[in-house]
């Protein structure tokens, strides 16, 4: 599952970019995943929704409560100051992969876009 952090506004050719480059970095191709997850605030941003749209994935908008619960290596203050929790993308890549989850990919930033990859753990 692909989880993302973007700025309001972001364009959906950026938000493409990251998520093909983070899914190159992984070894992975868009046929493995099936959730786009973000937090909810910005689970109505056109780029987000038109992403998921095109490729056929579910969009998951999780509250930051939900997202701050999960135990990330990345976590970083100043996100968790601005949106309620210390991760965006990495927390919602877990929680869409679901129990068990394992980050494929941990937070990585192209084009301004924050991308991880998780897949649930095959013993889960």
Known sequence: ???????????????????DEALAAAGLDGAQVGVLATIDRRAEEPGLRGLAAERGWR???????????RDVPNGNGTVAA????P?????????????GATLVLPKKVFHRVTVAIARKHRDA
């Open 1 to 19: 599952m692909v989880g993302v952090g973007a700025r309001p506004g972001t364009a959906e050719a950026d938000i493409r970019s990251a998520v």
């Open 59 to 69: 969009l998951a908008g999780l509250p930051a409560a939900e997202l701050a619960a």
């Open 82 to 85: 601005a949106v309620g929790t």
């Open 87 to 99: 991760s965006v993308a990495e927390a919602a890549a877990m929680a869409a992969a679901g129990g």
